[in-house]
């Protein structure tokens, strides 16, 4: 009986030290991973996040590529906030730098070519949607570029989330990069990103027998609650099919998170590849 208790009481001593050993561990493991948790936060690779400095010493590190991703605000109809493209091209184009790795980020721009305010066409029928002229949307890129040109980035990636506008884009970095790759910088439009996707998503779609997304529908939709972290941006109970009355052309309540998981990086995984594939012998 004696020798029984005393056995017991060593299995309960080497319990507690185990106990002991894995508390020290995770001690040790906390302390570990505390710089690395401290230096992520500095290393953001979104330019408004960083100061001057930071700025410089990234380009000099090797951060040689800058994304202009440009976004808009316009209606989405009633279930989908007005920043559904700022909310994606914020998301998207941070995943873009940290997977090429030498990029980094300027603002993303909040404005598009979305109808005419005075006749109030397109989606300035709603109210908050913004619309800026091709002139201003394409001398926006192209005043961004030459500022990314002057802090010493070597390749200037220019992309848009928004169908409004790509051509402004593609003409801004063709001119630019015209005058620039004598001296050794490169302007590019990053076509695939929207482009590429919207081919993937209309073949997956068609694939499946789902409506393809003409706006604020099942593409659309399901972006955006991938992106919303926080549920700020989706009104479920108002998602509704609609033929434009309410400025949705589609049906948004097919839209499911997973789905917009799977379009949001196509659009990534597009344009890392392209940016790859234009700036390889150029760095
Ligand atoms: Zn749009």
Known sequence: MKAMESTASV???LITKGDQLMKSLTFALILLLLPSVVLAQSKSVLIEDLTWTEVRDAIAAGKTTAIYYAASTEQNGPGLALGKHIFIAHYAAQRIAEELGNALVYPTMPY????????????????????????????VARDVALSAI?????????????????????KVAEVLNAEWSPKGVHVYHISDLYFKEKEQMKE??????MAIDQHAGIDDTSE???????????RKDKLAPDDGKMGVIGDPTQAFIELGK???EFKIKNAVTQIRSLTADKK
């Open 262 to 264: 799977m379009f949001v």
């Open 224 to 234: 955006v609650m991938f992106v919303d972290k926080e549920n700020k941006w989706v």
């Open 112 to 139: 598009a070519i979305a109808g005419d305010p005075i006749k109030k066409t397109g989606h300035m029928r709603f109210p908050g949607t913004v619309s800026v002229l091709e002139e201003t949307f394409g001398a």
């Open 11 to 13: 299995v309960r001593r």
């Open 150 to 170: 002057a802090a010493g980035f070597k390749n200037v990636a220019l992309m848009g989330d928004h169908g409004g506008g790509q051509q402004t884009l593609k």
């Open 204 to 209: 997956y779609l068609t694939k499946r027998n």
